[in-house]
């Protein structure tokens, strides 16, 4: 009986470990969101590889690991579109789409091989002489000098005889071979004249101490190639004229992304520019007279402080383009702890006095209000923390109607890393002759190294998004840099393309199509003039009374550049009731009842003549200017010197504000209480909305009775007072029927 026992229970247990293993099998061959293309199948073998020596580091040059960027599009016309990357210290590679994820290395035949110096970064394909053929943009940038660095311009040339496209560099030839240290080329029409304008963000590649005001002040006023430059089209040839659109061009400019969008809805593209370290970003509203204006301040509350890549698009689906920027904060705990030093509050102070904007370190998403100001809620949306980020990408991947978020993470060393900095301080100071050039390296292997996962997010309702990383297939861990999305194989959903640092770049096969039902459109535009692919124009569609936006923008993210051919899911829409696009120069069409699953062709010559207007947004409040001439006499001080532990400061309150009928005319007059040291100020009400200041005050504050700040002033119709938090009074009779008041500001 007990062997029959023993045998049942071996049987139940070799059951279960059967059953394991097939369950097993069946979770580790579950299809998922994305798959990861072996690039020995895929033919796609590029890879950003780094070799560190002793003047090529990350101790010698801050931007070693920083990467590089891919463009797609489609340069031979066969209908699937082509990959072109570009390599820090390698040659760039352009890769042939041939159907079915099959790629075909062309780079010698089609004549886009750069130069053997480094260093290349930013890549874009536009149609820069308007033929209807994309051209490839290369930037340059690293410590060389000057003309080693001249950016490239590759001009399609069409096709050979083998269909293969060709190119010829003619950077020099239409004026666009700057010198400068650049990050990316943005090709868009910033005049409206029906031609493609050159946006070039550039770096410096040192960092400048912002030491005190005079010194900030001065680089501030002068022009330095460090800038960026804004290229005008004239035909044949472009001529720079960033100054004359009022765009700053100076030393301290660190631009690592560049997103343009028509912001504020009035048919003209600005430019946001995220900028790294204490440098602030600049949202530049284009005017519509061939200048510009910064408004960073006004629209946003705060941005990022490290700001690298970004992207601008609705993801709310409310018709306004919103604004992400990416930053260094890591998700966890431990290496928030690890990377991040103690803010510096003076320093902080010191940005606001010279106008830097609140900065503070980790994503921003600015959601736009559509008056002109934004809000920003980026914490509340779940993609605030996303460690090193480089990328940020929103498209569509699973075709449900709302757009993703696709985030590219990885340095190849921790570079901020506490332990180490501690480490090469103690290092230098034991060293008495300090750090020799032959010692960098030491210096440079000690440093840790952290490869993580790139980020993924799936838009739950245009304000919340979850992290799909691991669930959608993406969580390998590899160091990106540049990115971008197509439907490399015409299946209807958006692929990923990567590139990495030391690693093979990864291309992303989008499983949508197979596993689920949902459908799609997507819009090939045919622009008027010399801007063949309608860069900047506006698709609005409509579609069971949900509404989509998305602007003709290729460069975004960082470095890169996608697809020309707009994507859009629909969910379980099989149609779209209506389509409205604005054209670049303001033209407008409209279609009705369009099918889904499909690739619609639009041409701006079948565009209505009747222009765009701007429909001005009603507001229930206007801002005037204020009838008092008061401002509070702003007094620096420093609540966490006395109290480290503080959440917030204490001391910036502001003096009280209380509004009453003195005198017992109808009119109401302002009292403002006097900050430390000063006297409360009385504006009595001489007609309606007219204040005349009170010059001689009833009773003056004496040493006894002065107080750190009037706060928490009463009106009370008990006593014919003004009481404040001490002892101030005022002999000033009141109306019988005056209210109790109290306030603060």
């Known amino acids: 009986m007990s062997n029959i026992l023993r045998n049942k229970i071996l049987f139940t247990f070799a059951l279960l470990a059967l059953i394991g293993c097939q369950k097993e099998s069946i979770e580790t061959n579950e299809l998922k969101q994305f798959t990861l293309l072996n690039p020995q199948e895929s033919g796609v073998m590029f890879e950003n590889t780094l070799t560190e020596g002793l003047n090529t ?225 600049y949202l ?15 629209a946003l509350g705060h941005i990022s402080h490290f700001s690298m890549g970004n992207d601008i698009a609705d993801i709310n689906n409310d018709g306004h383009a919103d604004i992400f920027t990416l930053d260094m904060l890591p998700e966890d705990n431990k290496r928030q702890k690890l990377l991040m030093a103690p803010d510096n509050y003076e320093k902080f102070e010191f940005g606001l006095k010279m106008g830097f904007h609140h900065q503070y370190m980790r994503n921003m998403l600015h959601i736009n209000n559509g008056n002109g100001d934004f809000s920003e809620v980026g914490q509340m949306a779940g993609i605030s923390n996303t460690d090193w980020s ?78 799909k990383v691991e669930s959608w297939g993406l969580d390998q861990k590899v160091n990106t840099n540049g990115a971008a999305y197509a439907d490399l194989d015409n299946d209807g959903d958006m692929d990923l393309i990567t590139n990495n640092i030391n690693q093979p770049a990864s291309i992303y096969r989008n499983n949508a199509d197979s596993l689920s039902s949902e459908n799609y459109l997507k819009v090939n535009l045919k622009g008027a003039h010399k801007n063949s692919f309608g860069i900047g124009a506006r698709i609005r569609i409509y579609s069971n009374g949900k509404l989509q936006q998305q602007e003709q923008m290729p460069v ?78 702003s007094k620096s001080i420093n609540d966490f010197k006395r109290q480290p532990l503080l959440v917030n400061p204490i001391s910036f309150s502001g003096p009280v504000m209380v509004k009453a009928d003195i005198n017992n005319d109808g009119l109401e007059d302002i009292f403002i209480g006097g900050q430390a040291g000063e006297s409360g100020l009385l504006w009595m009400q001489v007609q309606k909305g007219v204040f005349k200041e009170r010059k001689h005050q009833p009773l003056k504050l004496t040493e006894t009775t002065r107080t750190p700040m009037q706060c928490g002033l009463i009106l009370m119709e008990m006593e014919p007072l003004i009481y404040t938090s001490l002892v101030e009074a005022m002999a000033i009779s009141f109306p019988q029927t005056s209210d109790y008041k109290t306030g603060c500001i």
């Open 57 to 281: 580091n990350i101790l010698m040059y801050e931007y070693f690991y920083n990467g590089g960027g891919v463009a797609v599009g489609d340069l031979n016309g066969d209908g699937f579109e082509d990959l072109y990357f570009s390599g820090n210290m390698v040659e760039n590679r352009l890769y042939l789409n041939k159907g079915n994820m099959q790629f075909e290395d062309i780079t010698a035949q089609a004549g886009v091989a750069t130069k053997a110096a480094p260093w290349k970064t930013g890549t874009s394909m536009a149609d820069v002489n308007g033929d209807g053929l994309l051209d490839i943009y290369v930037c340059y940038s690293g410590n060389l000098p000057p003309g080693k660095r001249k950016n490239q311009l590759f001009i399609n040339q069409g096709n050979s005889e083998n269909n293969l496209p060709t190119f010829i560099e003619m950077a020099g030839h239409y004026g666009v071979d700057s010198e400068a240290t650049s990050t990316q080329a943005s090709f868009f029409d910033y005049d409206n004249d029906g031609d493609l304008d050159l946006f070039l963000l550039n770096h410096n590649p040192k960092s400048i101490p912002i030491l005190d005001e005079a010194n900030t002040k001065e680089i501030l006023k002068m022009t330095d190639p460090a800038g960026p430059q804004l290229f005008r089209n004239d035909g044949e040839t472009f001529t720079e004229v960033t100054e004359k659109a009022g765009i700053l061009k100076v030393a301290l400019s660190y631009g690592l992304g560049a997103g343009i969008a028509d912001t504020n809805g009035d048919g003209w593209l600005d430019i946001y520019i995220s900028n790294d370290y204490t440098v602030p970003d």
């Open 284 to 298: 530049y509203l284009n005017n519509g007279d061939g200048t510009f204006t910064n408004n960073i301040n006004n």
């Open 390 to 467: 480089w990328s940020a990408l929103f498209a569509d991947f699973d075709n449900d109607g709302l757009k993703d978020l696709f985030v590219t993470n990885g340095y190849a060393r921790d570079y901020t890393n506490q332990d180490f900095l501690k480490y090469m301080a103690d290092y230098l100071k034991n060293n008495k002759n300090g750090l020799r050039r032959d010692n960098v390296l030491e210096l440079v292997h000690q440093m840790p190294s952290s490869n993580l996962h790139n980020y993924i997010y799936k838009n739950l309702n245009g304000y919340k998004f979850e992290n």
């Open 556 to 633: 975004r993210g960082y470095q890169s550049s996608v697809s020309p051919i707009l994507h859009f899911g629909l969910g379980t829409a099989t149609s779209i009731d209506s389509l409205e696009i604005l054209w670049p120069g303001g033209q407008v069409e409209r279609l009705r009842d369009i099918k889904a699953n499909q690739t619609l062709t639009l041409a701006q010559q079948n565009a209505d003549e009747k222009l765009y207007k701007q429909e001005k947004t009603l507001t229930l409040l206007a801002k005037i200017p204020s009838p008092i001439d008061y401002k509070p006499i």
